[in-house]
């Protein structure tokens, strides 16, 4: 099993460019979410998914698209970057929201 | 408003010297408390899941316990590879976690 893996690893854009980071997971788990890290502050929720085609905003949504249209796939779309959204994006994925979530290895993202 | 609370934000130790982290928690519904390890440049890893007042459990040289307001992971004879931030994490019920800052642990030999 590959686990949670995430692309890029690193991403540098200019504001207002959009992109995909891209997450998927292997282990059949209905449960997936994004999460952002910044110093001082936590790993923060920004959107959720309870299965396929059933997704949910979290702590801090604003800037961010989400669907699910498989199990395995969480894409986190940015629409138009703004500073402010430098940070380092965490996918996520468990069998259910009560169990331990399984992490991928994260996205650098700097938006100059 | 959840809110999740570790202390110290940095722990520095020799190898050997036992300590204790704390995650002070304030929520309106308690479904789960998660300790996980963190090392630069990757995600959380995940160590243990407590569900209910005085459960405790073990996993090396790491232990953690859990109170009606807060948990602790207890580190006995710490090596330098214990060095990470350790995350603590809470499940409030509605499908969501809520994560404190950590705790950046550094072990010297």
């Known amino acids: 099993n590959a686990g949670v893996t995430q692309t890029p690893k690193f991403q540098v854009l200019k504001t207002g460019q959009s992109m995909t980071l891209q997450c998927a997971q292997d282990m059949n788990h209905e449960y997936m979410s994004w999460y952002r890290q910044d110093p001082g502050m936590g790993l923060r929720l920004i959107h959720y998914s309870v299965g396929a085609g059933i997704t949910d905003q979290g702590e801090v949504p604003n800037g961010y698209n989400v669907s699910r249209s498989t199990t395995e796939d969480f894409p986190l779309r940015l629409l138009s970057a703004a500073p402010s959204q430098t940070s380092v994006y965490f996918c996520?994925?468990?069998?259910?929201?009560?169990?331990?979530?399984?992490f991928g290895p994260g996205t650098r993202l700097t938006v100059l | 408003e959840d809110q999740v609370t570790q202390s110290p934000e940095a722990l520095r130790l020799q190898e050997g010297e036992s300590s204790s982290l704390n995650c002070s928690y304030t929520?309106?519904?308690?479904?789960?408390l998660f300790w996980y390890r963190q090392d630069p440049g990757k995600g959380p890893e995940f160590l243990f899941t407590l569900y209910s007042a005085g459960e405790e459990k073990e996993k090396e040289r790491l232990k953690a316990t859990l109170t009606k307001k807060e948990s602790f992971l207890h580190i006995t004879a710490p090596k330098p590879e214990d060095s990470a931030t350790y995350l603590c994490a809470v499940n409030t019920g509605f499908q969501k976690l809520v994560f404190g800052t950590g705790t950046r642990l550094l072990v010297s030999p």
């Open positions: 929520v309106s519904g308690l479904r789960g």
């Open positions: 996520a994925s468990s069998p259910t929201p009560r169990d331990r979530q399984f």
